[in-house]
């Protein structure tokens, strides 16, 4: 690959691993699954999720309480370019949420989590999408209510 072609192929990936947060905290979640290859896949190793297919993936991250209220901090994004239709990547996170939001500024409290992503891309027609995201949590806790004292 000739660096230009690397960069645009590193700068997609960039993009849907924002997208990917974007989607979450700021539009319609289950839209996530089109970021996705088909057959893609969201795993949680440690807790033994494992989701597959689009239609998964819509229902998955579409069944988030409508009441969540939530912030995704991305970083240290490092894509590698593996093909001219693969890459990967590994992208650092931290998760603000709460539960029961209603409107308003809700009092600062702590992370909720901080992990990392594993993600794989493959490019089809042009466009790059996420073949798999694999989510790894070495801190996490309960999602506090909006209306709970914090402490």
């Known amino acids: 690959m000739d660096p230009l072609e690397r960069l645009l192929a590193e700068r997609a990936c960039e993009r849907l691993i924002i997208d990917f947060v974007h989607r979450l905290d700021l539009g319609e979640p289950s839209s996530v699954a089109e970021l996705f290859t088909e057959d893609g896949v969201w795993r949680w190793p440690e807790d033994g999720r494992l989701v597959k297919g689009r239609d998964a993936l819509r229902a998955y991250f579409g069944s988030r309480p409508a009441d969540r ?65 694999t989510l790894h949590l070495p801190f996490g806790g309960a999602t506090p209510r909006a209306n709970s004292p914090l402490s």
């Open 69 to 133: 209220l939530s912030r995704r901090m991305m970083s240290n994004v490092l894509v590698t370019v593996t093909s001219r239709d693969a890459a990967t990547a590994i992208s650092y996170f931290t998760t603000y949420r709460v539960d029961g939001y209603d409107g308003g500024v809700v009092p600062a409290g702590p992370p909720v989590q901080a992990g990392h992503y594993e993600d794989t891309f493959h490019r089809a027609d042009g466009a790059w999408l996420l073949a798999s995201r």
